[in-house]
C-alpha cells in the first residue's frame, strides 16, 4: 500500500532535517545562525517557565587593604550575585496541504518529492526567521540584538535596568566612515574585552554587507582571513582582532560583537520539532508544524556591544 503524504512526512522528516544540519548545507542562506552554529553560540538544555542566568557583577565590596595588624573589617552581608531572567519565546511553522494533493500525488516519488519540498521550505522558513528577528528589539516575546547591545549601551535587558546598574552596559561607540572604521571596532573590542589576555571577550561580528564590505576595503593590503576551511570552501568570512567578522542578509549599518556571554538557548525536545498531523477542521486537508522554544540571553552584557553610524 502506497505510503499517504503524512506517513511520508514522519518518515523523510528526520533525513531531511540531518541533512540540512550537515556541515555543507546547515544554514545555507543564514550566516548569523550558521556563525553562531560554528562558534558554540547555541545552547541546548532543558527549559522551564524561566532562563536563568546567574550574575557574578561585582568585586567584593568589603574587599580592601589593611592600615593596622588588626583593623576589623567589614560585617554586612557579602552580596555579589544576582540573576538575569529571559522568558522563552516561540516559533511555529505551518505545512499545510489538500486532501486533493493527496489524490493527485500518487506515486511514491511524487510525494517524497512533494514531502522533501514542504519539509526543506519549512526549516529554512524556521531559520530565516530566527536570524531576521535576531536584528529586532522583540518579536513576540523573542528578544534581538537591539535590546541586548543597544546603541545607547542602555535600557533593560533580563530584567535588569542599566540606568541603575551600570554594570549592566553593553558596549558602544560610533563611526563615521572607512577613515576611523578600524579604530572604533579597536574600541568596541577592547571594551569588551576589558583587559590584554582576556577569553571573555567577543568572537564574533556581524552587520549588513555594505558595511562588512567598507571595512574590507580598509583591508585590501593586509587582508586576513578567520578560519582556513572558509578560504577552501571559498566563504569569504573576514576577521577583526579576535573576531570572525560575517554580514548577513538582515543586518544593518550597527556592526554587532558577540561572544560566549551571548547565547541561542533552544530546547533540546523542541527545537525544530515536527508535531503530529492534523486533519483540517473546516477544509479538506491536513496540516503538520515544525516548532521551537527558544530566547536569545546575555549572562555579560557589559562584554557585548557595537559599533553605529
Given amino acids: ?155 533593560s535587558d533580563g530584567g535588569i535596568d542599566s540606568a541603575t546598574y551600570t554594570w549592566w552596559r553593553s558596549q558602544q561607540a560610533t563611526y563615521t566612515d572607512d577613515t576611523d572604521i578600524e579604530a572604533t571596532f579597536t574600541t568596541v573590542e577592547n571594551s569588551c574585552i576589558k583587559g590584554t589576555g582576556s577569553k571573555l571577550g567577543p568572537k564574533l561580528m556581524v552587520s549588513d554587507a555594505a558595511t562588512w564590505s567598507l571595512f574590507a576595503g580598509t583591508q585590501q593590503a593586509v587582508q586576513r582571513w578567520n578560519d582556513t576551511q572558509d578560504v577552501k570552501a571559498g566563504i569569504k568570512s573576514l576577521a577583526f582582532g579576535n573576531c570572525k567578522y560575517v554580514f548577513s542578509p538582515y543586518g544593518t549599518t550597527t556592526v554587532y560583537f558577540l561572544g560566549d556571554s551571548f547565547k541561542l538557548v533552544v530546547s533540546s525536545t523542541y527545537f525544530r520539532e515536527k508535531g503530529d498531523t492534523v486533519p483540517l477542521q473546516n477544509a479538506s486537508g491536513f496540516t503538520s508544524e515544525i516548532y521551537s522554544a527558544l530566547q536569545s540571553v546575555t549572562t555579560n552584557r557589559s562584554r557585548i556591544g557595537c559599533a553605529h553610524l
Avoid: C
Fill in 1 to 155: 500500500m502506497a505510503l499517504s503524504i503524512s506517513q511520508a512526512l514522519a518518515i523523510s522528516y528526520p533525513a531531511v532535517l540531518n541533512r540540512l544540519r550537515s556541515a555543507e548545507n546547515q544554514w545555507a542562506e543564514n550566516s548569523l545562525m550558521r556563525a553562531l552554529e560554528q562558534l558554540g553560540m547555541i545552547e541546548r538544555t532543558a527549559l522551564g517557565p524561566t532562563i536563568e542566568a546567574e550574575l557574578d557583577y561585582q568585586r567584593n565590596p568589603d574587599a580592601g587593604f589593611l592600615s593596622t595588624n588588626l583593623q576589623t573589617h567589614g560585617m554586612t552581608e557579602t552580596e555579589v550575585i544576582t540573576g538575569a531572567s529571559y522568558t522563552p519565546g516561540q516559533i511555529s511553522v505551518p505545512m499545510t496541504w489538500s486532501k486533493f494533493a493527496e489524490a493527485t500525488n500518487t506515486s511514491e516519488v511524487q510525494k517524497i518529492n512533494l514531502v522533501k519540498s514542504l519539509t526543506t521550505n519549512g526549516i529554512t522558513s524556521h531559520d530565516d526567521l530566527i536570524e531576521q528577528a535576531l536584528f529586532l528589539t522583540s518579536t513576540s516575546g523573542f528578544l534581538g540584538l537591539l535590546t541586548h547591545a543597544p546603541t545607547s549601551g542602555q535600557g
